[in-house]
């Protein structure tokens, strides 16, 4: 994890707010608070490492707020919100957020997810340079050495957790991967019901970013009953 990462923490909740601070602060992070949607991107500077977003804000949501951000950066983006619908999570990932973590909290669990969330993006950041530099399959390109995915050259924006869902069924053509292996090897955390609905989203996002045609995809194509593969 990079020393003095910066957070920002937007809920409209002023006690909310002072606890994360205090819990981050104490663990070594620097802390950006914003009430709103407007205020948090206007402070969402090149700084900033990772975003917590409270659901329910004042005119624009934390969802609205979450498209906002990923128009300007992958940073990890984690949820933490009273609203516990598997709907409500499965627009968060859609929207383009990382984590998602229920009101009432523990500070053990809290802090875990961020440090968990930084180590991940620092990961998708400073890849290893590979024998190989680069992966291409059609027009599609990886670059091993910066993370960059491109079409024929432009730049497609991945987040951080789908760019390592893309590498890992890139790197690994033609093997097909359940949602518990992708979801366990990617999040390092044990499979759970709601799982499956997280790797489904993703794969969901990642098919609209990728694909020309998402009726007859392409590239990542689905074995039913048992997993996704690049062919």
Same mark, same amino acid.
């Given at each position: 994890?990079? #020393?003095?990462?910066?957070? =920002? &923490? ?48 004042? #005119? ?19 949820? +933490? ?80 957790? #789908? $760019?390592?869902?893309?590498? =890992? +069924? +890139? ?9 518990? #292996?992708? $979801? ?9 019901? +709601? ?14 970013? =990728?694909?020309?045609?998402? &009726? ?12 996704? $593969?690049?062919?």
């Amino acid at each position: 994890m990079p #020393e003095n990462s910066t957070v =920002l &923490v937007v809920d409209d909740d002023p006690e909310i707010r002072e606890i994360i601070h205090i819990l981050l602060q104490r663990e070594g992070f620097a802390v950006q608070e914003a009430a709103d949607a407007d205020t948090a991107l206007a402070r969402l500077t090149p700084a900033v490492d990772l975003a917590i977003l409270d659901i329910m804000l004042p #005119e624009k949501s934390g969802f609205e707020l979450c498209s906002e951000i990923r128009k300007v950066t992958t940073i990890p983006i984690l949820f +933490l919100t009273a609203k516990n619908q598997d709907a409500d999570k499965a627009e968060g990932f859609s929207c383009g957020g990382d984590d998602y973590l229920v009101k009432p909290f523990s500070s053990i669990e809290l802090i875990s997810r961020v440090k968990a969330l930084l180590r991940r993006y620092l990961i998708y950041q400073k890849q290893a340079p590979a024998a190989k530099k680069e992966i291409r399959l059609r027009d599609l390109c990886l670059d091993l050495d910066t993370g960059a995915v491109s079409r024929s050259g432009e730049i497609i924006a991945l987040t951080s957790m #789908e $760019y390592q869902v893309f590498r =890992l +069924l +890139l790197l690994n053509r033609r093997k097909v991967f359940a949602a518990k #292996e992708i $979801y366990e090897h990617i999040w390092q955390e044990p499979f759970l019901p +709601l799982s499956n609905n997280t790797i489904m989203v993703h794969i969901k996002n990642l098919r609209r970013k =990728l694909e020309k045609d998402l &009726v007859h995809p392409q590239y990542i194509r689905t074995v039913w009953g048992k997993g996704y $593969y690049i062919e």
